[in-house]
Structure formats: structure tokens, C-alpha cells
T-cell receptor
Framework: QKEVEQDPGPLSVPEGAIVSLNCTYS??????FMWYRQYSRKGPELLMY????GNKEDGRFTAQVDKSSKYISLFIRDSQPSDSATYLC????????????FGAGTQVVVTP | DTGVSQDPRHKITKRGQNVTFRCDPI?????LYWYRQTLGQGPEFLTY????????KSRLLSDRFSAERPKGSFSTLEIQRTEQGDSAMYLC????????????????????FGAGSRLTVL
């Protein structure tokens, strides 16, 4: 079993809808949680970064971390066709600077 | 600064050949990382440097793989005697050891990735 599980999709939504993405993980020691967006044949681009449990909002994006359930979520409001990409969750231990554990990524398609 | 640069963007080679990838990090970043990503999977950690010191290596990094970061600036990843299973996207990332956002507490070490170098082994 992988340390980080993420539904690969594809997830298809109409323009303007809310996109809901999530990951579950098994290592309760993870402290830092990230969401990356990756367009085809490009490197991952950081969207959201949170420490421990709680919510964080940035424009149309909201990230939630529930450490008690070992579950993290990303919500995208008012989705646009330009949001069509693969979304990767990632997480790391507090003392493991660059060793991120990624999910497999969820492909999102926003249709006009 | 144009971000993290990787070269070449795509390399096609025959099995058994050696290949080398180069990464130029963001200039003020002292940490540099290599990841590998195969189709339909998330990136997997390979190794990381702080300045010129290689501080951690994954078990994925077999003895055919070697990474260097002379003088703590650019880095190279060499794969010797390539195998078809080495076909993947090799991603480089860099970060600063100083937190991006101090309100997040110590250790807020945010990675910026390059566009990757795609390797195809025939």
C-alpha cells in the first residue's frame, strides 16, 4: 500500500463548478502538506502549502488538512478551462526537507 | 531569474548508453533536489543537496545513477548503462533553507520544480 493515496480520475466538471480533490495518507508523522498543479509535459507548480491541521484559502483555492482522519482536500471554486491539469498532493515530515511523498495525481478536465 | 532550468528537455538514447542531465537552480536557493516521475505516477524522490553536499539518497538511486553539485551551483544527474526501465521524466527542484512564510513555523521549505528532462530509452 502506498503512503499517499489519490484517485487518478479523470474528474470532468463543467466550467464554473467546484472541483473537489482529496488524498489520504498512512503516516501520521507528516506535518507539511502541499498541492501542486502539473500541466502536460511540465514540472509541478506549487498551489497551496499548509502546516499541520486546518484550512487555508488563496483566491479560488481552499486547502483543508484533517490530521485526525489523515485526509487532505483541495477545493477550486469557479473552475475555468485553464484549471484543466493534473493535481498532485504532497506531504513531508518536519525534518525531511526535500523528501516529499506525492500522490499519483488526479487529472481534472474543466469543460467550457 | 527565470526559475529552475533543466537541459536537455528530451533525450532519446539506446539501451546501454550513458546520459547526463543538467539542472540550474534558482540562484539564491541553496538546496537542490532530483525526482523521477513515470507516466501516471507522482514524482519520487531520488536525492538532495545542500550547497555542494549530497545529504540524502533514495534506495531508488542505484549504483548506475550518480548526482553531483560542484561548487553548490548547478547539478548533474548521470545514468550509466541505461535500461528501458529508466525511461521517465527527471525533475529537478530547488529551495531555500529559509522559510518562505515564517508564519508557517520553522522548516517551511518550499520546492520550486523545473520543467523536467524526459528520458526515452529504446
Amino acid at each position: 500500500q502506498k503512503e499517499v493515496e489519490q484517485d487518478p480520475g479523470p474528474l470532468s466538471v463543467p466550467e464554473g463548478a467546484i472541483v473537489s480533490l482529496n488524498c489520504t495518507y498512512s503516516n501520521s508523522a507528516f506535518q507539511y502538506f502541499m498541492w501542486y498543479r502539473q500541466y502536460s509535459r511540465k514540472g509541478p507548480e506549487l498551489l497551496m502549502y499548509t502546516y499541520s491541521s486546518g484550512n487555508k484559502e488563496d483566491g479560488r483555492f481552499t486547502a483543508q488538512v484533517d490530521k485526525s482522519s489523515k485526509y487532505i482536500s483541495l477545493f477550486i471554486r469557479d473552475s475555468q478551462p485553464s484549471d484543466s491539469a493534473t493535481y498532485l498532493c504532497a506531504m513531508r515530515l518536519s525534518d525531511s526537507w526535500g523528501k516529499l511523498q506525492f500522490g499519483a495525481g488526479t487529472q481534472v478536465v474543466v469543460t467550457p | 531569474d527565470t526559475g529552475v532550468s533543466q537541459d536537455p528537455r528530451h533525450k532519446i538514447t539506446k539501451r546501454g548508453q550513458n546520459v547526463t542531465f543538467r539542472c540550474d537552480p534558482i540562484s539564491e536557493h541553496n538546496r537542490l533536489y532530483w525526482y523521477r516521475q513515470t507516466l501516471g505516477q507522482g514524482p519520487e524522490f531520488l536525492t538532495y543537496f545542500q550547497n555542494e553536499a549530497q545529504l540524502e539518497k533514495s534506495r531508488l538511486l542505484s549504483d548506475r545513477f550518480s548526482a553531483e553539485r560542484p561548487k553548490g551551483s548547478f547539478s548533474t544527474l548521470e545514468i550509466q548503462r541505461t535500461e528501458q526501465g529508466d525511461s521517465a521524466m527527471y525533475l529537478c527542484a530547488s529551495s531555500s533553507s529559509y522559510p518562505l512564510d515564517r508564519s508557517q513555523g520553522s522548516g517551511a521549505n518550499v520546492l520550486t520544480f523545473g520543467a523536467g528532462s524526459r528520458l526515452t530509452v529504446l
